[in-house]
């Protein structure tokens, strides 16, 4: 064993022996350790999440909500796919929505981790009886498997095909299931947090014998079909294989770790290239927690560079102000964030829960608070925003288009990814607030709570209102007697404060000296220590990340952003159904006119904000804003508050930026697109975005020999063999089936099937077409128009292609 694996797993050890003489609740040892390496003084440590409890505050609310929605699930609802798949009878129905629909079972394995964040968090018992129940019924399960445990539904068979190396991998299917490697990766998550942040030796036992499986499994799979099978959407199953490597020092957790690394993501990023426009997004991010988890259980120093650009590139560069990132669940263009600003379905909240979990582990790593940056951004403005904070719903995609809306959860018929990554958010408010490097504590957030931090006898209370109030103080109390010791107490300066910060240490001023982001105050502390100083965060804008003229409002790290009114009396529904797609907020788009628009140059229009009287944030506009429907010589007078405080209404986030001689041109010509994609919308029956997970899931996708891919940010899907979809045509209006095509395919020979019956024999380029991107329309027969269901197959000629289709749009006869 090396230098860095021994001294690793002392330091992990140490700190799990501590806690738990303390608290009989183990320290996350991910959460401490995974990028730990004890050449460095600088990297840091965090502490339990039962070490940190929230005062009052809006993450304290937000994580009592989330007990509360946690408490209202159904643990045997959760459980059934498992004692299904494993033969047993299930003491309830499974839920419906993604739960019953080929995804059966991965709600399952975040409610492992989510009652474990929430015990170690808040100490409620019944969290902990519910942990209990699940892992008894889940070791059933697997007792009666002999080691498999998992939801998928008839995934026996499937597993065997895997093991006998018959591998069919898509996007977002494997051996024509939807993305099982992705579910069973959220029950191998759940038993690790259920043993390392709950202290549950029984998942513990579970996790290392679905490992054995696994290992079994796959044992005599080359490393190419591995890479074959990494295709499909797999989650972060090298993250949790290489924390298996820390738990169990068994080397053969780390080199699965290596093997089910994806390479063709990984490589890019070795030599600073980034190669992610038109990928799914959250397919990737957790990919690259995997990557550095590797990387540190190994010291590759390669790898942590690659895992630190992806970071960049990210955050800096394709993120916007709520710390959010993708459109249609795809990373764009970066030099163009005009889907942004358009499409209603805006950055997933998934992506930014694994974004946060990359930068907490780059700044353990570092100690650099460019991390500390963005994971504060995200988690004012995108987390702490996604959940409702009376009945606790979750949001998928918060819309960026000016004068759009949220959808929330409802408990019992949404069971969507960013639920299952929801009900973990809300419980690790306290997990970065404060570190340490030995005998220094480090603060990092200004949230308020208390630390209790038994390995140096200290508790430290911090009191702090912010952002409605900018006054923090620390106050320190000695958890024993006996004679004090120096220690330091380092303060985080955010990138967002306006001048120094200045120091009082009870009453009096004291000196803080500054470096690397921080000032550091050395003092024998003790009880009733009452260190304060007063935060000034900068009111700013934050234009879209490509140059356009749309503006964020910034104070400090939070958003600001304003409610709208789209059309008189709206009664628009904010909690989804159990649809497929209910998570979307498909209602209309507000109309360009009803949109409050900047009327001056951002910095003007900052210095004319006004603070609203009383205690809560907020700062009213009334100089230079414009809705053209009051008419360009009106003034509207609109307030602004935090976003994460804004629910159950249509919002702005980015405010249209326009001189007045621009304004009445722009909304001309605004009104004009919406009426050009309000006419398509009428015109449209069905349709489908190829080579997207969402829309190709929600059309029963099925294909052999296809692949899929993006041209210039379009996204696109052919075959040597067939792929076919399910169109819906419920009230048999449809006339004609319009199909997208790209200029550059020529030479191409495919049928157009639609219910078994030939539409079209196609040869591209079809026709002359003069644009790069072009369509075109076939009509259907009558027989066809009569159908609710068709079904739509694209076969390829023998030694030829079927598409590429980069669309597939079912029409009426307006």
């Keep these: 064993m090396n230098t860095f694996k021994v001294s690793y797993l002392a330091s992990l050890c140490a700190a799990i022996l501590t806690v738990t003489a303390c608290s009989e609740l183990p320290i996350d040892s991910k959460q401490v350790a995974s990028v730990a390496h004890a050449e460095h003084a600088s990297e840091q440590h965090l502490f339990a999440l039962n070490q940190v409890s929230l005062s009052a505050s809006p993450f304290l609310h937000a994580q009592q909500t989330n007990v509360r929605y946690l408490l209202a699930l159904h643990p045997d609802q959760l459980l059934a796919p498992y004692l299904r798949e494993a ?49 008894s019924e889940l070791n059933r399960a697997q007792q009666a498997t002999g080691g498999y445990l998992g939801g998928i539904p008839n995934g026996d068979e499937m597993w065997q095909q895997i093991e006998n190396g018959e591998i069919k991998a898509d996007l977002f299917s494997l051996n024509d299931r939807w993305v099982p490697l992705y579910n069973i990766d959220k029950i191998f998550h759940g038993l690790r947090d259920a043993y390392n942040v709950a202290g549950s030796s029984q998942a513990k036992h579970m996790l290392f014998k679905l490992g054995e499986w696994f290992l079994a499994t796959t044992a005599k799979l080359t490393d190419e079909q591995v890479q074959q099978m990494l295709y499909s959407e797999h989650g972060g199953l090298n993250d949790v294989f290489a924390d298996m490597y ?66 960049k590139t990210v955050s800096q560069e394709r993120s916007v102000s709520i710390g959010g990132n993708s459109v249609r669940e795809h990373f764009h263009d970066k030099s163009d ?3 942004m600003v358009e499409d209603v379905e805006g950055p997933e909240t998934c992506n930014t829960y694994n974004m946060m979990k990359l930068s907490k582990l780059l700044f353990l790593k570092t100690a650099d608070t460019r991390y500390l940056d963005y994971y504060e951004r995200a988690t004012y403005n995108h987390i702490l925003s996604s959940q409702h904070p009376e009945h606790g719903g979750l949001v998928y995609f918060t819309s960026m288009r000016p004068g759009h809306y949220r959808m929330y959860s409802s408990v019992q018929d949404s069971m969507w990814c960013c639920v299952g990554s929801g009900i973990e958010n809300h419980s690790k408010y306290g997990e970065l607030i404060y570190s340490n490097t030995g005998k220094d504590l480090w603060v990092n957030l200004f949230i308020p709570s208390t630390l209790n931090w038994q390995q140096q006898g200290l508790q430290i209370t911090q009191d702090s209102q912010f952002p409605d109030d900018t006054k923090v103080s620390l106050t320190v109390n000695r958890l024993s007697e006996g004679q004090s010791s120096e220690s330091v107490i380092h303060i985080r300066k955010p990138s967002w404060q306006q001048g120094e910060l200045r120091f009082t240490l009870n009453g009096k001023a004291v000196t803080a000296s500054e470096k690397d982001g921080y000032y550091s105050i050395s003092h024998a502390w003790q009880s009733g220590d009452k260190l304060a100083f007063e935060l000034a965060p900068k009111l700013y804008t934050e234009q879209l990340p490509d140059g356009q003229d749309y503006y964020s409002v910034m104070y400090g790290p939070v958003v600001m952003a304003t409610k709208v009114q789209a059309f008189a009396n709206e009664q628009l529904s904010f909690v989804a159904d159990n649809s497929r797609m209910g998570h979307i907020a498909a209602g209309p788009t507000c109309p360009p006119e009803a949109l409050p628009i900047m009327l001056s140059e951002p910095a003007q229009f900052v210095a004319d904000l006004t603070r609203k009287p009383g205690q809560a944030l ?34 702005q986030v980015y405010w249209p930026q326009q001189s007045k001689a621009e304004f009445t041109q722009f909304v001309a010509d605004a009104k004009a697109a919406e009426q050009a994609k309000e006419q ?12 997207e ?23 696109w899907r052919d075959a040597t063999g067939w792929f076919e979809y399910q169109l819906r045509n419920p009230n048999k209006n449809a006339a004609a089936l319009r199909i997208r095509y790209f200029i550059g395919d020529v030479n191409r020979h495919f049928s157009i099937i639609l219910n078994g019956e030939k539409l079209a024999a196609v040869s591209l380029p079809v026709g002359n077409p003069s644009d790069e991107f072009y369509t075109i329309d076939y009509p259907l027969t009558e027989a066809m128009k009569q159908s609710e269901m068709l079904t739509l197959r694209f076969t390829a000629n023998p030694d030829s292609v079927a598409g590429g289709i980069y669309g597939i749009r079912l029409i009426n006869e307006q």
């Design 337 to 339: 964030f005009t889907p």
């Design 87 to 135: 033969g047993l009878t299930p003491k309830a129905p499974n839920y419906g929505n993604w739960e019953n629909t080929g995804l059966d079972g991965h709600i399952g394995g975040h409610y492992l981790s989510a009652l474990s964040l929430a015990w170690a968090a808040t100490g409620d018992e019944e969290l902990k009886q519910r942990l209990d129940y699940m892992l």
């Design 680 to 691: 398509l919308r009428l015109l449209t029956v069905d349709h489908i975005t190829p080579g």
């Design 618 to 651: 907020a700062f009213i506009a009334d100089k230079n804003v414009a809705i053209a429907k009051q008419g360009i010589g009106q003034t509207e007078r609109t307030e602004l508050i935090p976003f994460f405080r804004l629910h159950d209404s249509r919002y």
């Design 693 to 715: 997970q969402q829309p190709e899931v929600e059309h029963s996708f099925k294909g052999e020999g296809t692949r899929a891919g993006v041209n210039n940010g379009h996204h």
């Design 246 to 311: 820390v738990i169990s020092d068994d080397e053969r957790y780390l080199k699965l770790a290596r093997q089910f690394s994806h390479n063709i993501i990984i490589e890019p990023l070795l030599h600073t290239e980034d190669k992610l426009t038109g990928l799914h997004a959250n397919t990737q991010i957790p990919k690259i927690i995997g990557m550095l988890k590797v990387a540190n259980a190994s010291d590759d120093k390669a790898w942590q560079q690659g895992a630190d650009f992806f970071w």
